[in-house]
């Protein structure tokens, strides 16, 4: 984790965990010959509380003689700004506010002090979720620059420890509140897992959570292969460059961020000798690359490409992040949408800004996207919305999500065994005049009508217990176009 002459920037809270770090840290310093250099990130949501901790963390750094540099932030307002969940804001400021000192500072490692119990609440978190092998990594000990030195011991350990040290340490009220998911985790289902279940469940998530790690580096040295035999890069010849981009879209940072290539080609003869695993993982690689991240690549989106090298040649798909993926004759080309490929469509479908607002062919309404926190997937039904209002279980989505007119063999989900009826039965069977069918705006992924503003959603997109990301859509109109009727539902038919 940590060499002679490495610069660690850690983060130190004023909590247990982060206090414990920081004291460990410093005893070691002088042993390994390396520097410490801490990062206090102010959340500007606890008022004094918030100052309390940043001001005995300043006090603690000083009798340690450990330079502080210190970070504020209004969480509140960047949740809103970025549409996320405060939890995730937080942790995403926090990350940036490490890698901006690490950067500035002369940082070589960023030392974080997740624990053992930390690792167990984010595997079961994962697995709750819907995760693959990936997932049940659970937190690695290093990770590149990443490092984390307390995963080997659990929370009680570390509290034993300063209590023993008379070491004092201050207390986020927030932790104890169930608001946030992962607390939800720590106080209710970790703990009946430890008195009903085993009262080593914490220990065995991380064995397993190791095992896991094991496997997955097997496989990605499964998947470089792959990639040196299956896929291509138009205009790159060299196998170094090809190793080169791989590495790149590999990363190695917590929240990786991908090098971009504008088109890869996977050849299907080649891919179809890979084991199914590596089948997989190699389509998300590629695709991870040409977006230039693996950010809301989903199984769907997977298996939709899987799918593709089974089709006829010229067969299209639209992906999220402006991505496509076409059949050639000898695989799959995945590139990046082109300017004029998008004015084109444009003329005819204006695609949805996920999250964020987009602007309608009418020139009238607008639609506002963001993500629901899966926490509050039980309030689909129990929150009334007006029918211009719809939570959509964002997995099932296949191409990017927009907004038009209707188009020839555009179909609905009617039921949940999935049965389609044709756009223009429902028109008919709804009694819709003819002048209204070619107006009327639909909200589409592909040839999927996912929701009829005003009218209803497709059955395929309703919130299930197998739902993972909840995407919200709301249409707004100009006050002189309000329709006074707009009834109430929970975000199913209407």
């Known amino acids: 984790m940590i060499r002679a002459g490495d610069t660690?920037?850690?983060g130190v809270s004023g909590g247990a965990d982060s206090v414990c770090l920081l004291f460990i840290l410093s005893k070691l310093q002088k042993k390994l010959g390396f520097e410490i250099k801490a990062c206090h990130v102010n959340h500007g949501i606890r008022g004094e509380a918030a100052d309390a901790d940043e001001a005995y963390v300043k006090q603690l750094c000083e009798s340690l003689r450990i330079p502080c540099?210190?970070?504020?932030e209004n969480v509140e307002w960047i949740a809103k700004k970025r549409k996320q969940s405060p939890e995730e804001a937080g942790r995403m400021v926090r990350r940036e506010a490490f890698e901006t000192m690490c950067r500035e500072d002369g940082g070589t490692k960023i030392a974080t002090a997740h624990h053992r119990d930390d690792n167990a609440e984010t595997v079961l978190l994962n697995i709750?979720?819907?995760?693959?092998?990936?997932?049940?990594?659970?937190?690695?000990p290093v990770q590149g620059k990443w490092i984390r030195p307390l995963l080997g011991l659990d929370r009680e350990q570390i509290e034993n420890l300063l209590t023993e040290q008379g070491i004092r340490w201050c207390t986020d009220a927030t932790n104890e509140e169930d608001a946030y998911t992962r607390n939800r985790i720590r106080h209710n289902i970790l703990p009946v897992l430890k008195s009903q279940v085993n009262e080593g469940v914490v220990r065995h998530l991380e064995e397993l959570s190791v095992q896991a790690q094991e496997v997955w580096e097997y496989l990605e040295k499964g998947i470089e292969a792959a990639w040196e035999r299956c896929v291509e890069i138009p205009g790159q010849e060299e196998r170094e460059e090809k190793s080169r981009t791989l590495e790149h879209v590999r990363g190695t940072g917590v929240d990786r961020v991908c090098s971009r290539c504008e088109s890869l080609h996977i050849d299907g003869a080649c891919l179809k000798q890979e084991p199914p695993?590596?089948?997989?993982?190699?389509?998300?690689?590629?695709?991870?690359?040409v977006r230039?991240?693996?950010k809301d690549i989903g199984a769907v989106h997977l298996q939709a490409v899987m799918e593709l090298f089974g089709r006829q040649c010229g067969r299209k798909l639209d992906l999220p992040g402006n991505v496509t993926a076409e059949r050639t004759y000898r695989g799959v080309l995945i590139s990046r949408r082109s300017e004029t490929g998008r004015a084109a469509a444009q003329e005819d479908e204006v695609r949805l800004n996920i999250p964020g607002i987009t602007s309608l062919p009418d020139g009238i309404r607008k639609a506002d996207c963001r993500f629901v926190d899966i926490s509050e997937a039980g309030k689909a039904k129990e929150i009334p919305q007006k029918s211009y209002t719809k939570w959509i279980d964002?997995?099932?989505?296949?191409?990017?999500?927009?907004?038009?007119?209707?188009?020839?063999?555009?179909y609905l989900v009617v039921d949940d065994k999935g049965s389609r009826q044709k756009l223009k039965s429902w028109f008919i069977n709804e009694k819709i005049p003819q002048k209204e069918r070619d107006e009327m705006l639909l909200v589409a992924d592909g040839q999927h009508i996912v929701w009829i503003p005003g009218h209803r959603m497709s059955r395929a997109c309703q919130i299930s217990n197998r739902t993972e990301k909840i995407l919200e859509i709301k249409i707004t109109e100009d006050k002189r176009n309000v329709r006074?009727?707009?009834?109430?539902?929970?975000?199913?038919?209407?």
């Not at 709750?128 to 690695?140: D, E, N, P, V, W």
């Open 8 to 10: 660690v920037i850690t």
């Open 69 to 72: 540099r210190f970070f504020h």
């Open 128 to 140: 709750a979720r819907g995760t693959g092998l990936k997932g049940l990594c659970g937190i690695r």
């Open 277 to 289: 695993a590596v089948q997989k993982m190699l389509v998300k690689e590629c695709l991870a690359s």
């Open 292 to 294: 230039g991240s693996e």
């Open 394 to 410: 964002y997995d099932i989505i296949k191409c990017n999500l927009s907004v038009r007119t209707r188009h020839s063999g555009d």
């Open 484 to 494: 006074n009727d707009q009834g109430t539902d929970s975000g199913g038919e209407s």
